[in-house]
């Protein structure tokens, strides 16, 4: 069973920055979306996994936030982040995260096959 298991979220002004934790029971490609109230669930940013210890790989973003949030991963903490900055108030949502067993990047939430409970990001104007 994968577990994924989200940390970081919380309450931030406008133009400010926070960093989302993805901490995972494996190693996996891995995305991140987010959820508005009465929204569709939407893809902010890919990983690919790569094998070894090697904590690089392939990235992908939504152009939402290209230039403003990043996705990393570390191997040897089965863990992603994604760093958010110049955060707007149209990014307040639930952010999820999510692994998929293939392993390159994806942008679908039909790819990925585990989610994470997810993490609010409030963005106060």
């Known amino acids: 069973q994968v577990q994924l298991v989200e940390s970081g979220g919380g309450l931030v002004q406008a133009g400010g920055s926070l960093r989302l934790s993805c901490a995972a029971s494996?190693?996996?490609?891995m995305g991140w979306f987010r959820q508005a109230p009465g929204k569709e669930r939407e893809f902010v940013a890919a990983i690919s996994w790569s094998g070894g210890i090697w904590s690089g790989g392939s990235t992908y973003y939504a152009d939402s936030v290209k230039g403003r949030f990043t996705i990393s991963r570390d191997n040897a903490k089965n863990t992603v982040y994604l760093q958010m900055n110049s955060l707007k108030p149209e990014d307040t949502a639930n952010y999820y995260c999510?692994?998929?067993?293939?392993?390159?990047?994806?942008?679908?939430?039909?790819?990925?096959?585990?989610w994470g409970q997810g993490t609010q990001v409030t963005v106060s104007s």
């Open positions: 494996g190693r996996y490609a």
């Open positions: 999510a692994a998929r067993s293939r392993s390159g990047v994806a942008g679908r939430v039909d790819q990925y096959d585990y």
